[in-house]
């Protein structure tokens, strides 16, 4: 017996392809991304970076991404989801919090990010789409600050003066 095709109609089958990318495009794509709603976009360039890095900045963009994961949450009105991910998100971001980094100020993004999980929490499952867009965080990278920053953390995609280096990465599409 034939073994029959379980994708949806009109859905291709997603390949494996490489990709050229620099970490600061993907850093400035991903607010425009996230600063028009577009969450999941944001969520997916942030992952292309996020999946690479191996220092101590990983937890850093995991955090931003999960913002980003909890906003998709919001605008599909899921209450868990959307505190469970603005929680975490919370804490993968504290350790950066003060001082900021890769460009980032994480002072400003986690003050919002608690507004709207404090007014989540206030309005209840109910209400969950009260957040957006009202209570979104709004995403901003310094790119200025990108190469002291790169050097700080020793970030992945960039050489060791802090210049941006395009790096090829393999992607699902």
Known sequence: ??????????RRPKQIVTKTITV????????REFNSGRFFACH??????WQEEQ?????????LI???AAFVHVTRANYHGASRLLT?????????RAEGAMGFDLEAICAQAEAAL????????GRTHELYPALAPTYAVDLAALAGESERWQAWGFDRHGNAVE????VAE
Request: net charge negative; proline share 7%.
């Open 1 to 10: 017996m034939a073994q029959t095709d379980q994708r949806p109609a009109g």
């Open 44 to 49: 997916e360039t942030l992952e292309e970076i």
């Open 118 to 125: 404090a007014h989540l929490e206030e309005v209840g499952p």
């Open 88 to 96: 975490t998100a919370l804490a993968y971001l504290a350790p950066y």
């Open 24 to 31: 600061p495009g993907n850093l400035v794509q991903a607010c």
């Open 55 to 63: 220092g101590d900045v990983r937890d850093l963009y995991k955090g």
């Open 66 to 68: 999960q913002v980003a």
């Open 167 to 170: 790096m090829q990465i393999e």
